[in-house]
């Protein structure tokens, strides 16, 4: 999950109006981010809480387990692989899970990621079982499908890179003439290392660093280590402008993109 703390509470929020809300939930090993949407407005977010709130809610979060018009959340994958819609089949998922070395203590979910991809991604189970327990499984997605979602909408260059750090991942995403053509996530130490990572992923979809525009969102800022090392290297690196909602001032777009994004995912199935 991402370093930011943030917190936030609008005026208008009531948690007894849950039912006219949306719930969105951004889940890491450990670690859950929220944001309660209505009238595509944000009405409460909160960052980096301790996964175990979900099972026990401590006051002020009680919330959460409230009956929301609409839920959407998104789960870490331990690894996972993109099945062309055309060659894939619901009853061949188990056969498919096997390029993912599925362990004892995960659980295999399979879902469209869009019009041409089918997801088979493997998630811990512990976490899984939280979430079980508290909410509709079929409330579930991918944890980046809504951030690629809205970068798909934005009529992404065919040079342009996306990123989205959290904390010490980074998740990697170019388009192809509006299609998804690579995505990839990658744990980094550095600022060295997150160069290295986006310079391999752009030799080898054969971009040209002095001609790729590398759009940043997440746990980064400008100017921060991160945005200074990458602009050395590339022709331009800029935060994302994308926005899902409408945001209060002291909330930047880019910081809550993966997790406000979930709102483009409305009821995608899990399996």
């Known amino acids: 999950m991402s370093n930011h703390n943030q917190y936030y509470r609008d005026n208008d929020f009531s948690p007894t109006l849950s039912a006219d809300y949306t719930l969105l939930m951004q889940v890491g090993a450990a670690l859950f981010s929220y944001a309660v949407i209505g009238q595509n407005k944000l009405l409460a977010l909160g ?3 301790n996964i ?8 002020g979060n009680e919330f959460l387990l409230s009956d929301y018009k609409q839920c959407v959340i998104g789960l870490p994958q331990n690894g996972f692989t993109f099945i062309p819609v055309s060659l894939f089949r619901p009853d061949r998922v188990a056969d498919f899970a096997r390029f993912l070395d599925v362990k004892a203590n995960e659980k295999v979910f399979s879902q469209p990621l869009d019009a041409e991809n089918q997801v088979i991604y493997k998630v811990n189970e512990s976490i899984a079982t939280v979430i079980a327990n508290k909410f509709d499984a079929t409330k579930t997605v991918f944890g980046a499908k809504g951030w690629i979602m809205a970068a798909a ?17 980074v998740e990697l995403l170019n388009f ?8 990839n996530s990658f744990e ?19 971009l040209q660093p002095q001609s790729t525009t590398v759009i940043l969102c997440g746990d980064v800022e400008a100017n921060d280590k991160n945005e200074s090392r990458l602009a050395e ?39």
């Not at 175990?52 to 006051?59: H, I, K």
């Not at 192809?176 to 995505?183: D, H, M, P, S, T």
């Not at 980094?188 to 054969?206: G, I």
Request: proline fraction near 3%.
């Open 47 to 49: 960052e980096n809480i």
């Open 52 to 59: 175990n709130e979900l099972s026990e809610p401590a006051d």
């Open 153 to 169: 909408e934005s009529n992404s260059p065919d040079q342009a890179i996306y990123l989205n750090i959290n904390n010490d991942t």
């Open 176 to 183: 192809k003439e509006g299609k998804l053509r690579f995505y």
């Open 188 to 206: 980094f130490k550095n600022e060295d290392e997150l160069v290295y990572f986006t310079s391999f992923v752009t030799e080898e979809l054969q």
């Open 233 to 271: 290297f590339f022709h331009k690196v800029e935060l994302s402008d994308l926005k899902t909602i409408e945001l209060p001032e002291q909330v930047s777009s880019h910081t809550v993109l993966s997790l406000t994004a979930l709102l483009l995912c409305g009821s995608s199935e899990a399996h």
